[in-house]
């Protein structure tokens, strides 16, 4: 079964890099999300893509984070200056139309020490 | 807004029983998805079932059964015949609008005794 891939699994960075995490969703869908796990917490949502842009963002995705869709099967998640608080699993999905179900990737531990 | 509400953050079931878990939900949309996502320790998210808002039937998958009450927006997951793999953190998540953004709950730690 085709399946959401991201890569790295885990990111050690220090405070004040900037970081990119890849995804590969699955080839067929045409909606793509990341969301965002601090340890133990809820999944919150960071940001929508469709037709190639952001179609919907919430207050977390401040002018930090970027997401791009360069080459038609990748989807990135860049956060230019990152800060503590951005440690979290990082989640990216992909569905196929409205309704559908997102599927998840395995996601990206981030660690910013 | 949408939001979604988990209330009870633990629970305990014993293997081979049965386990009930809560989730309520409000939204002024009347075209919307409901979805319970399965966290094993491995932190996958993992689709556990899916009920659209416009079907008065409840959706089951194998072990898993939905109680979907839209007038009380409750929507409530039942595990049967319980597994030590059911064992993991459960969230209910509400989708809507055209994006089908998901708003997950706070999510419920379901532990499953031998």
């Known amino acids: 079964e085709p399946e959401v891939t991201q890569t790295p699994s885990h990111q050690v960075t220090q405070m004040g890099q900037e970081v990119i995490l890849r995804c590969v969703p699955i080839?067929?869908?045409?909606?793509f999300y990341w969301y965002r796990q601090i340890l133990g917490q809820k999944v919150e949502f960071l940001v929508s893509?469709?037709?190639?842009?952001?179609?919907?963002k919430s207050e977390i995705f401040d002018d930090q984070f970027s997401v791009e869709r360069p080459d038609g099967s990748n989807f990135t998640l860049k956060i230019r200056s990152t800060k503590l608080e951005d440690s979290a699993m990082y989640f990216c999905?992909?569905?196929?139309?409205?309704?559908?179900?997102?599927?998840f990737g395995n996601g990206t531990r981030l660690t910013v020490t | 807004a949408q939001t979604v509400t988990q209330s009870q953050p633990e629970m305990s079931v014993q293997e081979a029983e049965t386990v009930t878990l809560s989730c309520t939900y409000d939204?002024?949309?009347?075209?919307?998805?409901l979805f319970w996502y399965k966290q094993p320790p491995s932190r996958q998210m993992i689709l556990v079932i899916r009920?659209?808002?416009?079907?008065?039937q409840n959706a089951t998958e194998n072990r898993f059964s939905v109680n979907f009450q839209k007038a009380a927006k409750s929507f409530s997951l039942k595990i049967s015949d319980s597994q030590l793999g059911d064992a993991a953190m459960y969230f209910c998540?509400?989708?809507?609008?055209?994006?089908?953004?998901?708003?997950f709950g706070k999510g419920i730690t379901l532990s499953v005794r031998p």
């Open positions: 939204t002024s949309e009347s075209d919307y998805y």
């Open positions: 998540a509400l989708s809507t609008g055209a994006n089908s953004k998901l708003t």
């Open positions: 009920q659209e808002a416009y079907k008065q």
């Open positions: 999905a992909s569905s196929r139309r409205t309704g559908s179900p997102l599927h």
């Open positions: 080839s067929n869908h045409l909606y």
């Open positions: 893509f469709y037709n190639n842009e952001i179609s919907e």
